[in-house]
């Protein structure tokens, strides 16, 4: 991570976020790393705290890593999208796309492949351990899709 960049950390669980913040600051990191109690599909407060207390704004984000509740990684990508925080070149990664799996995050990933991502499945194993095999989505976002029309669409 260049010097200059900065991490977002979105956490559902406070005593994760306690624990993160801990070892952020024994590694001298805390100054570039940002943990926040919340979760994008909290109706919007997560949202709007990112935007005005860390200044999310539209083209923002580079890279977004989705590891958490496996059925939310569609869902969070689409408000992520709405927010419109990604810019051409943006890169969504995604962990455990088959175990536990989140079978609509890659199909969504399938059906736009070419049109609003492009997407590559890399193999590996679920964690800890090296026979269950697993995939780790990554996406480049393209920034337009065609609509029927035929018209591009940002």
Known sequence: MP?????????????NAVIARRILAQTGVDDRVTVL??????????????????NFTPGSLDLVFLNHDKKAYLSDLELIINAGWLHPGSVVVADNILVPGAP?????????????????????HAEHQSVIKDLVLESD???????????QQT
């Open 104 to 124: 609509a995050f890659r199909a969504h990933m399938r059906e736009n492949d070419g049109t609003l991502w492009h997407t590559t499945e890399h193999r590996t």
């Open 3 to 15: 010097r200059e960049a900065r991490l977002y950390s979105v956490e559902f669980n406070t005593a």
């Open 37 to 54: 109690v919340g979760t994008l599909g909290d109706g919007g407060e997560t949202i709007r705290t990112l935007r005005r207390k860390y």
């Open 141 to 151: 976002y393209l920034g337009t899709q065609t609509s029927s029309t035929g018209t």
